[in-house]
T-cell receptor
């Protein structure tokens, strides 16, 4: 089945540690997106990528980094510079330039601080 | 940044009743989308309405769009307990550089009592 896989489902970070969240898609979508969701809030865009080897900052990119070496994969690193990383992280993919198409979401990774 | 507001923030109804949720946004859009999120899960796309459309139906869902008022509504008819979830509106901004990026509202929490 086509879809988006995020791993791990739960992740714990120690102070000063970088952690990486995985996102893989087999929908052959060009565009991929990372969102952060805080309790009772909507989603905010962290980073997005339209094509391989290219990515752009979203609204809240500080303290995060990404890479897009393969079309199928868009990992997100939460660095130690992100002082409030506890949140639910959602990855999505879409057709990008074909804007009248929906995004497809993974089931998220919940990140907490130890 | 959040595009706009959703109203109400929470809605509690009995099975069989209709549920109406409203969404307002601030900038010109290419399309508006509604998504559903079950607790602790990713988002599922429900319906997309383009800026030149006024109404769209999908099963028990009816979406309206009023671009002059920058608002949309989602109506769920004959609700079921399984409709209990959070519902989000999201917009794609008008213009060639949106790349399908979504800007989300805060969401409406719908509870349908059996």
């Amino acid at each position: 089945d086509g879809g988006i896989t995020q791993s791990p489902k739960y992740l714990f970070r120690k102070e000063g540690q970088n952690v990486t969240l995985s996102c893989e898609q087999n929908l052959n979508h060009d565009a991929m997106y990372w969102y952060r969701q805080d309790p009772g809030q909507g989603l905010r865009l962290i980073y997005y990528s339209q094509i391989v080897n290219d990515f752009q900052k979203g609204d809240i990119a500080e303290g995060y980094s990404v890479s897009r070496e393969k079309k199928e994969s868009f990992p997100l690193t939460v660095t130690s510079a992100q002082k409030n990383p506890t949140a639910f992280y959602l990855c999505a993919s879409g057709t990008g330039g074909f804007v009248n198409q929906p995004q497809h979401f993974g089931d998220g990774t919940r990140l907490s601080i130890l | 940044s959040q595009q706009g507001e959703e109203d109400p923030q929470a809605l509690s109804i009995q099975e069989g009743e209709n549920a109406t949720m409203n969404c307002s946004y601030k900038t010109s859009i290419n399309n508006l989308q509604w998504y559903r999120q079950n607790s602790g899960r990713g988002l599922v796309h429900l319906i997309l309405i383009r800026s030149n459309e006024r109404e769209k139906h999908s099963g028990r869902l009816r979406v309206t769009l009023d671009t002059s008022k920058k608002s949309s509504s989602l109506l769920i008819t004959a609700s079921r307990a399984a409709d209990t979830a959070s519902y989000f509106c999201a917009t794609v901004a008008a213009g060639g550089t949106s790349y399908g990026k979504l800007t989300f509202g805060q969401g409406t929490i719908l509870t349908v009592h059996p």
